[in-house]
């Protein structure tokens, strides 16, 4: 195996720097996801699962506060997942557990944004999603149906992908019995649209290129990607599986932007050689992201 490293290398960042960007992402995410709630969920009936949709379903039918709702259901929660899972969440995840429904309570009085209930939808979903991805970033979370979730993965062995679906999916399917089954289908569609920009806010759009390299040209393709791509390499171990040859495999991580240059480089050198790009959406290390 042969590599070379970055020509230059990030100094870690201060440990108190570090801390007072996690707290203000956990906090700056909060008040997203208490927005989002506020001006486009609940003023339209959408409890896409959650201790937020449980909030939804019991302000439409009892009329309690969403904000206090959440904080009752919120902190026993956590106490059971620190009790019954035995780990440490941390201080960070009790500020998020604690300012989302402080930030609910203080944004009830804001306009709704939309009357129409698909716009609310997907623009909550995404705005909901768009604060936890942020509170996730700062290596937190906002506690509730997550912690419900593992507790219940832990004594029932479902995977804790299923274990969340299902509790999401029995807060969806009593809001579809609360409201109408036209609600519920709506919060199913808020449910995925933040889902699917979590992953968006944690990957981002600079979606990495993970290249192997199949050429009879090893030495001078490895060396103008070091020289002239300024990239690490690593030479793998390989066999044909029709020759049966032994031959070496070159792979290289790149961003998308480099791409290009890559391909005409190795085309350049070896133009029969075999290429084969890969999306590599979390890469971490010296020239990518170091945490």
């Known amino acids: 195996m042969m590599m070379m490293a970055k020509k230059y290398r990030r100094e870690p960042m201060p440990p108190l720097i570090k801390h007072i960007i996690e707290y203000s992402l ?4 909060s008040f997203f996801v208490a927005l ?17 949709g449980i909030s939804t379903i019991t302000k439409g039918v009892f ?9 009752i259901l919120n902190v026993p ?49 995404m705005g909901v999603g768009l604060g936890l991805g942020i509170v996730f970033r700062g290596r937190a979370s906002t506690g509730g149906i997550d912690l419900a979730a593992q507790v219940l993965h832990k004594f029932t062995h ?7 679906a299902i509790l999401d999916g029995m807060i969806v399917l009593t809001s579809a019995l609360v409201f109408s089954v036209e609600e519920g289908l709506y919060a199913l569609i808020g449910l995925f649209a933040t889902s699917r920009t979590i992953d968006f806010v944690q990957v981002g759009l600079n ?5 192997m390299i199949i050429t009879e040209n090893v030495e001078e393709v490895r060396a103008a990607i070091l020289n002239e ?35 005409q480089t190795v085309k350049t050198i070896d133009p029969g050689a075999f290429v084969v790009a890969m999306n590599a959406t979390e890469v971490l290390g010296e020239g990518f992201k170091t945490t």
């Open 26 to 29: 956990v906090i700056l995410g």
């Open 36 to 52: 989002a709630f506020n001006i486009f969920l609940l003023p339209n009936n959408i409890a896409s699962g959650g201790v937020a």
């Open 63 to 71: 009329g309690w506060e969403p904000g206090i709702v959440q904080a």
């Open 77 to 125: 929660l956590f106490i059971m997942g620190i009790v019954l899972l035995g780990k440490n969440f941390g201080l960070k995840s009790f500020v998020g557990t604690m300012v989302l429904p402080l930030f609910v309570l203080l944004t009830n009085n804001f306009d709704p944004a939309t009357p129409n209930p698909l716009l609310g939808a997907i623009f909550g979903g």
């Open 158 to 164: 479902l995977p804790l992908g299923i274990s969340v």
């Open 207 to 211: 979606t990495s290129k993970n290249v």
């Open 229 to 263: 791509i300024d990239r690490g390499v690593t030479v793998l171990q390989g066999s044909g599986g029709y020759t049966e040859r032994e031959r070496q495999v070159i792979m290289c991580v790149v961003q998308q932007n480099e791409f290009i240059k890559l391909t």
